[in-house]
């Protein structure tokens, strides 16, 4: 056997042994999401909102909110009294029309649904502590005027 000969047997296994292991390679069923470990990365196309690795981009903006709060505990009476004041920073190239205040129901209170639809004993023991919170106002400042009105249901 001339060594010409021996390489191309060699390259002609080697062929050989990489198209059976192929052929023991499962395929993926039509349609279904390719899981291997060295699949295609799919990133999301670039916008200037985000770049294609998901980093902000030139046009990302965020929402700003700062609160203050000043709160007393009346320890007398087992009650909390605060007030507190919400300023929000609308970064957003768009206009804001509305804010959404969200205020949990007062599942504490006495007078609730929520009060008579779960065990009290499983938020106060069995102190009979009283719950809830009641709302005397919910405004916007002065300074605020004309550039949108509250809505209180």
Request: charged share 20%.
């Amino acid at each position: 056997m001339r060594f010409g000969d021996s390489i191309l047997s060699s390259l002609a296994g080697l062929g050989l042994a990489a198209g059976s292991a192929a052929a023991q390679t499962p395929a993926a069923a039509a349609g279904a999401p390719d899981t291997t470990a060295f699949r295609r990365l799919e990133l999301p196309t670039p916008t200037t909102v985000r770049s294609a690795s998901g980093a902000p981009g030139a046009g990302y903006w965020q929402q700003r909110v700062d609160y203050a709060i000043r709160a007393t505990l009346d320890t007398g009476t087992r009650s909390v009294r605060a007030e507190e004041r919400i300023t929000y920073t609308n970064n957003s190239p768009d206009t804001l029309r509305y804010l959404w205040l969200h205020l949990d129901q007062n599942v504490f209170n006495s007078e609730s649904r929520g009060f008579r639809l779960f065990d009290q004993r499983s938020r106060f023991g069995t102190g009979g502590a009283e719950g809830g919170m009641r709302i005397l106002k919910v405004a916007q400042p002065a300074a605020a005027a004309g550039r949108g009105r509250p809505a209180v249901a």
